[in-house]
C-alpha cells in the first residue's frame, strides 16, 4: 500500500485499516462476543466523549471532536466489513466459520 493511501486512513480513522483489522476486529472482545459487541463498545466510548464536552479549553475540545469523529469512523470501517463479508457469502461476521 502507498504511504498516500495509508496517510488518507490515518487521517480518516487515526490508524491504517489493518490496525483496525488488527487491534478491533481480532480483538478479543471480537473472538468473544462478536463485532457487534466491538461497534457497540465504540459507540458507547463516543457516547461518553460527547457528554463531557472540553468548553473550557479551545484545543482540547477540537481535539475531542476529532477523536469522535475517528472513532465514528473506525466503527462504520467494522460495519461496512461486516456488511461486505455476509454479502460475498464468506460468513455471517468476519472471523466467523460458514
Same mark, same amino acid.
Given at each position: ?21 488488527e487491534q478491533y ?9 462478536? /463485532? ?6 465504540? /459507540?458507547?466510548?463516543?457516547?461518553e466523549m460527547v ?19 475517528k472513532q465514528l ?5 467494522? /460495519? ?19
Open positions: 500500500m502507498s504511504k498516500k493511501a495509508i496517510s488518507g486512513e490515518v487521517q480518516m480513522f487515526g490508524m491504517s485499516e489493518d490496525a483496525i483489522r476486529m481480532k480483538s478479543i472482545t471480537a473472538k468473544f462476543s462478536g /463485532l457487534e459487541m466491538v461497534v457497540a463498545g465504540i /459507540l458507547s466510548d463516543v457516547q457528554a463531557y464536552p472540553c468548553a473550557e479549553d479551545v484545543v482540547m475540545e477540537a481535539a475531542a471532536k476529532e477523536s469522535v469523529r469512523n473506525i466503527a462504520k470501517f467494522i /460495519l461496512f466489513e461486516m456488511i461486505e463479508a455476509k454479502r460475498a457469502g464468506e460468513s455471517k461476521y468476519i472471523g466467523e466459520s460458514v
